[in-house]
C-alpha cells in the first residue's frame, strides 16, 4: 500500500472550502440563491451605490456577469437600479424585498454556523483566532 502524500494545508483548505460551499448552496438552493448570488447582493447591500466595475472586481467576476447577474435581481425585485440607461453610471441599491432575502439568508448561515460550531468546537475556534490574525494584520 502506497504512503500517503504529505499534509498540505493548501489542499486541506481547499477540500474544506469545497464541501461548504457544496453545503452553503443546498442550503441556500431554497432561497433562490447560490453562494455568488449571496455574495453579489451583500456587496450591492454593503456598498449602496456600488458600480457594475466595483462590483465585478469585488466578486472576482467579469462586468459582462456583474450585468447579467443584477438584471436578474431587477427583474426580480431584489435589486433597484435607479439611473439604469444608456450612457449613465449605474447606482445600484438592494431593494425592500432584497433586505428580507438576505435576513433569510443570514438565518441559514448562523444555522450552517452553529451546526459547524457544535460539530468541531476546536477547528471553529482556531478558525476564528487565525482570522482575527489576518485581519489585524502583520504583527
Known amino acids: ?22 453545503s452553503f448552496n443546498q442550503a441556500l438552493k431554497p432561497l433562490g440563491l447560490t453562494t455568488r448570488k449571496y455574495g453579489l447582493l451583500g456587496h ?13 472586481r469585488r466578486s472576482r467576476i467579469t462586468v459582462q456577469s456583474a450585468h447579467s447577474a443584477v438584471a436578474a435581481f431587477v427583474r426580480a425585485g431584489l435589486v433597484d437600479d435607479g439611473t439604469a440607461h444608456a450612457g449613465s453610471a449605474s447606482s445600484l441599491r438592494v431593494t425592500a424585498e432584497g433586505e428580507a432575502l438576505l435576513a433569510r439568508a443570514a438565518e441559514v448561515v448562523s444555522r450552517l454556523d452553529a451546526e459547524f460550531a457544535e460539530r468541531h468546537p476546536e477547528l471553529t475556534e482556531a478558525l476564528r483566532v487565525q482570522m482575527a490574525r489576518v485581519v489585524s494584520g502583520p504583527d
Open 44 to 56: 450591492v447591500r454593503g456598498t449602496p451605490g456600488i458600480s457594475f466595475s466595483e462590483l465585478a
Open 1 to 22: 500500500m502506497p504512503e500517503p502524500p504529505p499534509f498540505s494545508p493548501t489542499v486541506a483548505l481547499l477540500t474544506v472550502g469545497r464541501v461548504w460551499e457544496a
